[in-house]
């Protein structure tokens, strides 16, 4: 599949990061939420984010122009029935996720490829809800999507090898890296970095040190570009409670076991730079 026609759906930070990139590099993207206000809120911060670019001579003036040509903003999901990929960004939801992809199933043509943006869940229980399991893969990008190089696959227990190929090769369009996973709880990227969280949330639970010095321990000491207790306020505590949560309950091991502090602050609402307050206050 190469510069063909692309549907994201969700235009929250991850779906619009999704749709800049593809955009980037010359696909024809739709950005489809159902809600006109994120599609707005979107629009206008890629167009920030894109005169950054050229303010920063990462990119030219005819290239944000042509970026933004390649970029459709929709609230009709109807419109997937003429692509030849969906990737899905929406809420960290299998409920969600699962009822979507019925829907995207029925909508998009046979020949097209569903993915999933989730950084956690089964792409293999995702997939049973279709009738293309073979043609449901996990494509988890990083955030922030346009900065960030990696994508992570991951391949449920009904993904093609075709299917894998492919999206493997659009990844290498994007001027990405992609590294393969198969499909348990967490996948690589958060069974590695969420019980590490986790446990920098136990440490300052337990009275072992202060929020910043462990932030500092890791920066300093261990060469982190960022400290795991901003890195989780960045991310935003629900997410990590939730994804803590998937751990423990697909493995049933108690490492994976959620502090009781995550907890807590989640359930004050403070959930991050998102919300003005996590483990540090935002303006």
Known sequence: MTRQRVFVVGAGQMGAGIAQV????????????????????????????LQGAVDKERMTVEEKEATLQSLQFETVLDLVKDVDLVVEAVVENMEVKKTLFQQL??????????????????????????????????????????????????????TSDATYETVV?????????????????????????????????????????????????????????????????????????????VLHEGFGDSKYRPCPLLRQYVQAGWYGKKSGRGFYEYE
């Open 22 to 49: 593809f955009a980037q590099s010359s696909y024809e993207v739709i950005l489809y939420d159902k809600d006109s206000a994120s599609l707005q809120r979107a629009q206008e911060k890629m167009e920030i984010l």
């Open 105 to 158: 199933d029925k909508l998009a043509p046979a020949h097209a490829i569903l993915a999933t943006n989730t950084s956690s869940l089964s792409i293999t229980e995702i997939a049973s809800v279709t009738k293309r399991p073979e043609k449901v893969i996990g494509m988890h990008f990083m955030n922030p999507v346009p900065l960030m190089k990696l994508v992570e696959i991951i391949r449920g227990i009904q």
């Open 169 to 245: 090769a659009v990844t290498k369009t994007l001027y990405k890296q992609s590294v393969e996973s198969k499909d348990f709880p967490g996948f690589i990227a958060n069974r590695v970095l969420m019980p590490m969280i986790n446990e920098a949330i136990y440490t300052v639970y337990e009275g072992v040190a202060s929020i910043e010095d462990v932030d500092t321990v890791m920066k300093l000491g261990m060469n982190h570009p960022m400290g795991p207790l901003t890195l989780a306020d960045f991310i935003g505590l629900d997410t990590c409670l939730y994804i803590m949560e």
